[in-house]
């Protein structure tokens, strides 16, 4: 089991911005953030910048983190394709601002709030995670963000109020790969309520101490560290408190292989291939995969009623 404990050095502080982009990169972007007023920002490399005031938060792991080129060129955001390199690629078409996010259903105070609004909500916090994508690799990426209970709170649930339904942006003109029906678009997700009010899910904003790279997400994501990545849904543009269990996006497109919980689990094989192992991307042997990704000290507790087989 890894030794959790808090995260007290920022991880701008560890790595300096040079060494975790490269320093030839770094030089680009920084030449590159002052032509971006003028010219319009590169794809995704310049549309980041400082975000300022975060502070240390809990959880993190001293694992090495997974460097900027990978976390920023390695994704899956199948708006922008379905290849790795894809959202590097292509999503400099994103605008994330201005960007208004909806907050409705079984609330009491449902509104929509504003990106910079959203951004002023709770202190931003550095939160170090490991993060375990359901096709067998791994990273761990340096986030910039807040506990998604902060804007719970203050949005006050109803009672009836049981899950939450996320939805990303579904503009063709900024997403390319709408054009294709590789899933049944926008692209949604879900957790249960008390998935979604733990203190590890996090509303994100950035990563390594700067605003998220669009492929990221930008500017707006939801940051799940026990489940597999595709449960944490990016550029999201609306949150939806309900009563029933919502249809998840790749729950509609392959039932068998994704259930509505993707908890990271090394017991229960996805449907064509085993859990048991990971690649750290970076790393050339594979390591073992950890039950709740290692989180299970903090997690595990919300599914001790449940038949994970049956529930994946
Ligand atoms: N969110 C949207 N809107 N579209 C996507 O295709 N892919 C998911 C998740 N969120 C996806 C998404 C998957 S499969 C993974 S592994 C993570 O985003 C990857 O996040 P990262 O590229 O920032 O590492």
């Not at 192992?277 to 039950?291: V, W």
Request: aromatic residues 12%; contains cysteine.
């Amino acid at each position: 089991m890894l030794i959790q404990h808090p995260a007290d050095i920022r991880p701008s502080e560890i790595t300096p911005a040079e060494v975790y982009r490269g320093r030839r990169e770094f030089i680009r972007a920084a030449g590159g953030l002052a032509l971006a007023a003028g010219l319009g920002a590169r794809v995704g490399e310049v549309a980041a910048a400082k975000l300022t005031g975060s502070r240390p938060g809990p959880f993190g792991t001293r694992e090495e983190m997974t460097p900027w080129k990978d976390v920023t060129g390695y994704n899956n955001f199948y708006e922008f394709g379905s290849d790795k390199e894809d959202p590097a690629r292509h999503a400099g078409s994103l605008r994330p601002r201005p960007w208004t996010v909806r907050v409705e259903g079984l609330v009491r105070r449902p509104g929509d709030y504003d990106i910079d609004t959203l951004l002023g909500l709770a202190p931003l916090e550095d939160r170090i995670y490991r993060m375990r994508c359901v096709e067998g690799w791994s990273m761990v990426i340096p986030w910039v963000g807040y506990p998604l209970d902060a804007l719970i709170r203050r949005v006050e649930p109803l009672g009836s109020a049981r899950y939450l339904e996320f939805t990303t942006l579904n503009d063709r003109a900024q997403m390319p790969g709408l054009r294709y029906p590789l899933l049944d678009w926008p692209y949604t997700e879900g957790l249960r309520l008390d998935e979604a009010r733990h203190p590890l899910t996090l509303l994100a904003v950035g990563l390594y101490g700067e605003t998220l790279p669009n492929q990221n997400g930008a500017p707006v994501r939801i940051v799940v560290p026990w489940k597999y990545g595709f449960k944490s849904a990016k550029s999201i543009v609306s949150i939806r408190f309900v009563e029933k269990q919502p249809l998840s996006a790749w729950m509609k497109a392959a039932p068998r292989e994704y259930g509505f919980y993707s908890n990271v689990n090394p017991e229960v094989d996805h449907a064509r291939w085993s859990q048991a192992k990971e690649r750290r991307i970076g790393e050339f042997f594979k390591r073992k995969t950890l039950m709740y990704n290692g989180y299970g000290e903090q997690v595990a507790r919300m599914y001790s009623n449940l038949d994970l087989r049956r529930y994946f």
